[in-house]
């Protein structure tokens, strides 16, 4: 079965702190890995996907097959980088029209 | 750059009544998804359409229905609305089957 895990519901950090959200998945095939942030009562945005291996906002998120993770990293946090981050899964290339798959979120919250 | 347009923003309707909301995806995009996010929750798939059949069903209520028409804007009605289905309903598209979904602001239904 299909699953993602965000083990931590809440993470208050200061500014400036290094920030790392978790996400472990679970699933039998090859997946896509997302993640989505979703500021104060607007859309889920697109921050990352895996197979860009870009950094958007300074945050990174490398896949690691061995531990099903796909953690979320940034060295500097900011206030503006409260909000809500949902980790996403969905099948990979050859798996069809497969809808997304979303952990529970953490809400991050950086303190002044 | 379009992004994917919902309407109505906001829903009040009493219980037993009927909704109808609206998704028009990203220009060029054929497929179109279906999210419920109840208060605090994260959101939960649907229903999905590609090139206007469906595509893939999760958990949605037999008492809603959906469809995509031909200029692929999508529908999704609603009737005998419970307490329970007050939520945020998300629309996502994307370019293909499979390819990065992208979202729309939400409905934010409210049934009374």
């Known amino acids: 079965a299909q699953r993602v895990t965000q083990p931590e519901k809440l993470l208050s950090v200061f500014k400036g702190a290094p920030v790392e959200l978790k996400c472990n998945y679970s699933?039998?095939?090859?997946?896509?890995l997302f993640w989505y942030v979703q500021y104060s009562r607007q859309r889920l945005q697109l921050l990352l996907r895996?197979?860009s291996r870009e950094s958007i906002k300074g945050f990174t998120a490398d896949l690691n097959k061995g531990e099903t993770s796909f953690h979320l990293k940034k060295p500097f946090a900011q206030e503006e980088d409260s909000a809500m981050y949902y980790c996403a899964l969905k099948g990979g290339p050859g798996s069809g029209n497969t809808p997304l798959v979303f952990g529970k979120g953490t809400r991050l919250s950086v303190i002044a | 750059a379009a992004g994917v347009i919902q309407s109505p923003r906001h829903l009040i309707k009493e219980k037993r009544e009927t909704a109808t909301l609206k998704c028009y995806p990203i220009p060029r995009h054929d497929t179109v998804y279906w999210y419920q996010q109840g208060p605090g929750q994260d959101p939960q798939f649907l229903i999905s359409f590609y090139e206007k059949m469906q595509s893939d069903k999760g958990s949605i209520p037999d008492r809603f229905s959906a469809q995509q028409f031909s200029d692929y804007h999508s529908e999704l009605n609603m009737s005998s609305l419970e307490l329970g289905d007050s939520a945020l309903y998300f629309c996502?598209?994307?370019?293909?089957?499979?390819?990065?979904?992208?979202f729309g602001p939400g409905t934010r239904l409210t049934v009374l």
């Open positions: 895996h197979i």
């Open positions: 699933y039998s095939g090859s997946p896509e």
């Open positions: 996502a598209s994307s370019r293909s089957r499979g390819d990065t979904q992208y």
